[in-house]
């Protein structure tokens, strides 16, 4: 089994910056790709970015060039730097990691952007 810890969210202006870390523990060495997720209110739970076990990484459209995704093997954490945040980043900010073990998420944390 794999835990994941989100931590790093809170509240924000917008314009500001946030940095979020997903501290992973259990059978770490057998995660392969982990990534953020995010829900806001009312909407489906979206990609944000996700990084390999190789280092490749991928955004949606809508954080590119302003979120930054990336990992610390030795110390079994995943980052999410956001600069440039808007209102419509504000949601629940979840840690997914794919396995062996299978895939795991973590209990999210809240990131709010007031205008």
């Known amino acids: 089994q794999v835990q994941l810890v989100e931590s790093g969210g809170g509240l924000v202006q917008a314009g500001g910056s946030l940095r979020l870390s997903c501290a992973a523990s259990?059978?770490?060495?057998?995660?392969?790709?982990i990534g953020w997720y995010r829900q806001a209110p009312g909407k489906q739970r979206e990609l944000v970015a996700t990084?390999?076990?190789?280092?490749?990484?991928n955004y949606a459209d809508s954080v590119k060039g302003r979120f930054t995704i990336s990992r610390d093997n030795a110390k079994n954490t995943v980052y999410l730097q956001m600069n440039s945040l808007k209102p419509e980043d504000t949601a629940v900010y979840y840690c997914?990691?794919?396995?062996?073990?299978?895939?795991?998420w973590g209990q999210g944390t809240q990131v709010t952007v007031s205008s």
């Open positions: 997914k990691s794919r396995s062996s073990c299978g895939t795991h």
């Open positions: 990084i390999s076990g190789g280092g490749d990484t």
């Open positions: 259990g059978r770490t060495s057998s995660i392969n790709t």
